[in-house]
């Protein structure tokens, strides 16, 4: 169902004009962005037949790839790359929060007797 | 200016204090919110994971390729959300809404494959025995211990004969006297480097234990009486399955009122585009940007449940 919307029409009520230019770049971003999505999902499972020696090491290399590809979403598909400076205020606060509850939670477990058996 | 814009300001102009149009610093502060709330379920599960004893922690239990099939349906989507909004800049309404099918495809496929996990796991059962057996005595649960002469105080694998959810006290309901149960490969207790170096043993010596993979299919039957626990895999098993489906639950959750919110803007929504294409970008981008965090979440979550 179309609603009669027109196509290969640009928007007439933009408040930017639009950049065919920059919207073709975005687009090469994106799939870019896509191929490196791919390869990281592949390499997190390839990971789980490689059996490192330590588990915190299988766990550091695991949650690395995830830190990276969330930062490609982040960056590329959430636009994060174009700086926009009140969401990075928005962000930042909102990572000091999970980063120190993230902290007390697990500094918690490290003072409980015969506890974080995971990291050995 | 039209009427809509007179009553809700800055749906498409930029505000000078924020630079933004207000949708987009909402969602955003939405997402901050979000983000506390998983973070919160993230650390709880942390905090588990690392308290558990390894024998304890289940392992295996999660099928790999189709959670990583599953992953690649949810990048998938995340990508063809970007490129609908690139196409609406552009003004081509036809390949956003093709874009936006494909969106609604993975969308639902990926419900679909998790209910279908869900599902299994419903009729996976794990059986503790009052007296432990061997794997010397029944060979059919080598995968179940390390060690043959180790006793075994429970079982995992399937049931012969029962349906989904079935409890201790529902079979003695039905007045089931004995449960077949045909055991898993290995019970979860083996870490994925003892499965794996247990596949290899199997792979050099094949068909002593009767069984070359997967479910093994002589099964062992033991009386009702001599059983003291009955569980499927649900949130009641154990700490483990309590995190899979409380995660995985809410997640799910976010991607259904994902594939509403853009399924209202494809079709009832779409009027928009026709009196306000800006705006109707702009109420793109921003439920794709919470689509694309709902992809970031499980980004996450598939490593720490299905790997870790």
Known sequence: MSDGAPSRTLPTSSASPVDVHHVQLEQKRFLTVYAVLVAGTVLTVAMYYVHFEEMWQTVAVAL?????????VAAVFMHLWHGERDIHRILLYTGILVVALFGLSIASNFSL???AHFLR | MNQSHATIPYTTEIREDTGLYN??????????SEVMLFGALFSAYVFLRIGAREDEWPHGLLNIPIGAFNTLVLITSSLTVAMSWTALKLGDFQRYRRFQFVTLGCATAFLGIKSWEYFDKFNHYEVWLKKPLTAKEYPQLAGQSLDANAPIASITGHLEGTGPLETLASLKEAGATSVTI????????????????????????????GHAGGENHAGVTVDVSGISRLSTFVPRHGTFFASYFTLTGLHALHVFGGLLAFAFILWPGARMWRDDPARYTNRVEVTGLFWHFVDLVWIFLFPILYLL
């Open chain 2, 182 to 209: 045909h055991p898993d490969e290995f019970h979860y207790r083996l870490s994925a480097r003892q499965q794996a170096e247990r596949r290899k043993e199997e792979r050099l010596r094949p068909t002593e234990s």
């Open chain 2, 23 to 32: 949708g987009k610093v909402g969602m955003w502060l939405f997402l901050a």
């Open chain 1, 64 to 72: 690395l790839i995830a830190t990276v590809k969330g930062a490609c």
């Open chain 1, 113 to 115: 007797p015969g506890s």
